[in-house]
């Protein structure tokens, strides 16, 4: 799956991952990711409907740069509020599409308290 599936349709009692009380997000990857995953759940929860099938989300939100600086509210999440000019705006853009696409694959460790973030780079 790509990320931002993961990141909207991965729950434990009803609470995304980032919510979720006492859990941590580990990632194993090769290639960094552009953002840590508190502000790719930021950016989600401002744009996307947790748990929503595809045809009941914009789309473009997670794959459209183009898209994301022209109607993205830059300042519904304090991480993108500080981004001023356009420049700055389609950079973010694009390294929030870059991260969303990657495939990954979601594990949930219940006796650690661990989201695992399993990235096939």
């Not at 994301?68 to 950079?91: R, V, W």
């Not at 969303?100 to 460790?109: E, K, M, T, Y």
């Amino acid at each position: 799956m790509k990320l931002y599936q993961g990141l909207t349709q991965v729950h434990v009692n009803d609470n995304l991952a980032d919510d979720a009380p006492d859990f941590t997000i580990t990632t194993e990857l090769d290639k960094p990711l552009n953002f840590p995953p508190s502000l790719l759940y930021h950016y989600i929860d401002a744009v996307l409907k947790p748990g929503s099938r595809h045809d009941q989300n914009n789309l473009m939100y997670v794959t459209d740069p183009a898209f994301i600086g022209e109607n993205y509210d830059f300042t519904s999440i304090p991480e993108t509020s500080i981004l001023k000019d356009f420049e700055e705006k389609m950079s973010f853009a694009r390294r929030l599409v870059a991260d969303l696409n990657r495939h990954v694959a979601v594990n949930i460790d219940l006796a650690k308290h661990e989201f695992q973030l399993l990235f096939v780079d």
